[in-house]
């Protein structure tokens, strides 16, 4: 078992649908990442988290500490949108343990 | 939030040839930059840790004599692909990281090599 799973894999929706993407880990963390992967590769860090609740925009990213659980929220989804999100959490060593991604699509 | 440049972008060079890349922290001073190595659909995976003016620590199953890491500053890591072989084709990762432990890092663009 994977110390980070995310799901769902893969996430198809229209524009304008609100969409979540889970994430839920098994080691103890001192924080969580989510990043957004491009189609050209590039990654942009979107939040780090350690506890409760942060919001960028049309993003929202919340983090439960005692579930081990962490979701991603867009709002008022956009094709541009449309990327690979990935949760990273930092472990005791302070080095990330990356999930797997969650390949996003929006359809106008 | 901080900058880092990754470059190049991309780069394609012929099987044998050596390739380095370069991280730079353009904002703030970088005290640990890691890299990363990511094949098709897969997870970003950790290579090496580097601290200013240390040696690096690699991952288990990475060789050091291919992957040379280099931090001589506290605003630039370079990781020298050596010999390259098509296997090496894949997208490699920086990220930088200033002070130590809880410290946010910061990524680069990324560079997609390619062995021919």
């Known amino acids: 078992k994977n110390e980070v799973e995310q799901s769902p894999q893969n996430l198809t929706a229209q524009e304008g649908e609100f969409i979540t993407i889970n994430c839920s880990y098994s080691v103890g963390i001192s924080a969580l990442h989510w990043l957004q992967q491009h189609p050209g590769g590039g990654i942009v860090s979107l939040f780090m988290?350690?506890?409760?609740?942060k919001k960028h925009g049309r993003l929202i990213a919340t983090i439960n500490i005692q579930e081990k659980h962490s979701s991603l929220h867009i709002t008022a989804s956009h094709p541009r949108d449309s990327a690979v999100y990935i949760c990273?959490?930092?472990?005791?060593?302070?080095?990330?343990?990356w999930g797997a991604g969650t390949k996003l699509i929006i359809k106008p | 939030g901080a900058v880092v440049s990754q470059h190049p972008s991309w780069v394609i060079c012929k099987s044998g040839t050596s390739v380095k890349i370069e991280c730079r922290s353009l904002d703030f001073q970088a005290t640990t930059m890691f890299w990363y190595r990511q094949f098709p659909k897969q997870s970003l995976m950790l290579m090496a840790t580097s601290n200013e003016g240390s040696k690096a620590t690699y991952e288990q199953g990475v060789e050091k004599d291919k992957f040379l890491i280099n931090h001589a500053s506290l605003t630039l890591s370079t990781l020298t692909v050596t010999s390259a072989h098509p296997e090496d084709s894949s997208f490699y990762i920086c990220?930088?990281?200033?002070?130590?432990?809880?410290?946010?890092?910061?990524f680069g663009q990324g560079t997609r090599l390619t062995v021919v």
């Open positions: 990273a959490v930092k472990g005791s060593n302070y080095q990330l343990i």
């Open positions: 990220s930088a990281r200033a002070g130590t432990g809880d410290t946010e890092a910061f």
């Open positions: 988290l350690s506890s409760g609740k």
